[in-house]
Nanobody
C-alpha cells in the first residue's frame, strides 16, 4: 500500500482541520488504516484507526474521542481524519499508516507509512 497524507496547517485553538490520506496499491481495500501523530520531542502515538472493509468499526485514542472522526471515501480511495475542537496539545506531525492486520495501535503494527503532515494549533 502506498499512502499520501495531506491537509495539515496552522489553526487556532477550537478550530478544525481535515487530514486526507490517499491510498493506492493492490491491498489497500483489505487494509486497516491508522492515524498516528508525533508531537515535538515525543514518541509517535496512535490517534485513530479504521478498517477499509465494510462492517468494521473505528477506534480512537481517549485523548481525541468525541473530537476527531475517521472516515473512508471508497470512490476516492481516501481516508479522512476530521479534527474538531483542536487544542494546542494536538500539535504534532500526523501520519497515516496501513497494515493487513486489523486494529493495531502501535507503530510497529503497521508496515506501510505515508509522509507526515504538520498540524500546529495556536493558543
Amino acid at each position: 500500500v502506498q499512502l499520501q497524507a495531506s491537509g495539515g496547517g496552522l489553526v487556532q485553538a477550537g478550530g478544525s482541520l481535515r487530514l486526507s490520506c490517499a491510498a493506492s496499491g493492490r491491498t489497500f481495500a483489505r487494509s486497516y488504516i491508522g492515524w498516528f501523530r508525533q508531537p515535538p520531542g515525543k514518541e509517535r502515538e496512535f490517534v485513530a484507526g479504521i478498517p477499509w472493509w465494510t462492517g468494521g468499526s473505528a477506534n480512537y485514542a481517549d485523548s481525541v474521542k468525541a473530537r476527531f472522526t475517521v472516515s473512508i471515501d471508497n470512490a476516492k480511495n481516501t481516508v479522512y481524519l476530521q479534527m474538531n475542537s483542536l487544542k494546542p496539545e494536538d500539535t504534532a506531525v500526523y501520519y497515516c499508516a496501513a497494515d493487513l492486520r486489523p486494529y493495531g495501535r502501535r507503530p510497529s503494527d503497521f508496515g506501510s507509512w505515508g509522509q507526515g503532515t504538520q498540524v500546529t494549533v495556536s493558543s
